[in-house]
């Protein structure tokens, strides 16, 4: 099963990727979290990324499609995998479309966690006292990625109604009651196919 969560900057996408890739025995693929990775590294293309990343905005499609490119053709990815984060834009959509394509492999739906942007920012505000990331740590960077999920990302939900692959869930109640949504939806795709 190839899942793809969607959600602004803290509707807990990773949290909830947690409980699913454990009930699927798939591996998550989070674009932010290998970039971060990148960027610990030290290399000079972490560096680039570092400065993009505190500011709040995107990452070039360029450099996030060669990165998931390669991420997916690994062997763990063949049986499935959960997108937590990737795609952000229409073009990254359509060229993970193409590539999936030429793989015999297809996207089986997009699940959107839905919260309202004032519980987004007082939860991020949160996170930025304990995750060290600077991304979380200033209500304006914030404010920069909010923007950017509603220009860029936020069109992605009518691609995916397009192809009849979109669901949606509320991202507010306890993480235990979002997750039984999220675990029930995925049952019931299951079952139907
Ligand atoms: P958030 O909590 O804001 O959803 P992530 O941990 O998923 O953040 O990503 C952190 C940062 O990494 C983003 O603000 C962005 O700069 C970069 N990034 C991650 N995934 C992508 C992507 N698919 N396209 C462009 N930039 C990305």
Redesign the pocket.
Known sequence: MKIILL?????G??TQAQFIIENLGIPQI???????ATVASGSSLGSK?KE??D???????E??IEV?KERISQPDCSGGFLF??????IS?AEVLDIFLDSMKMNIRATISLDVEDFILEDR?IKRGKTSG?L??QNINKIRN?FK??NKKTLPLINYYKSLNKFYSISGTGTIDEIRDKLVNMINQLKLND
């Not at 959600?7 to 509707?11: D, Q, R, T, V």
């Not at 500011?55 to 499609?61: A, E, T």
């Open positions: 959600g602004p900057p803290g509707a996408k990773g989070s674009t932010g979290d290998m970039f971060r990324l993009i990343m500011s709040g905005s995107l990452v070039s499609d450099i996030v998931v937590d984060g990737f795609p952000r834009t990254q991020l990331r991304d979380d990625r950017e999920y």
